[in-house]
Nanobody, 126 residues
């Protein structure tokens, strides 16, 4: 069965860095578009970064220039490199698999188009 397992979260001071990983199994990883989403307490889940069709990438405006999404098909792993972290980045971070590929800009604002989700990894910046 499809499994997505995030790791790499933790507590960091403002300005610090973290790299999140998402290990995928149970399907052909290379054939699917993937994304990172986050949810802070009392807020809706929001798209952070997506790798879409053709390798397109899209980011939330709030993380552009600071976060980088990447995908290692040989390792079946999705990454999110987060630099210059801010307190407002504090949230639970989830990786997810898109039902079908589309451009990254289309997918990043549509979490309902993702069918499998990991359990999340907490990122706290303070």
């Amino acid at each position: 069965q499809v499994q997505l397992v995030e790791s790499g979260g933790g507590s960091v001071q403002p300005g610090g860095s973290l790299r999140l990983s998402c290990a995928a199994s149970g399907y052909t990883f290379s054939m699917y578009c993937m994304g990172w989403f986050r949810q802070a307490p009392g807020k809706e889940r929001e798209g952070v970064a997506v790798i879409g069709g053709g390798g397109s990438r899209s980011y939330a405006d709030s993380v552009k220039g600071r976060f980088t999404i990447s995908k290692d098909n040989a390792k079946n792993t999705l990454y999110l490199q987060m630099n210059s972290l801010k307190p407002e980045d504090t949230a639970m971070y989830y990786c997810a698999r898109a039902v079908r590929c589309a451009t990254a800009a289309f997918l990043v604002v549509r979490p309902t188009l993702f069918d499998y989700w990991g359990q999340g990894t907490q990122v706290t910046v303070s």
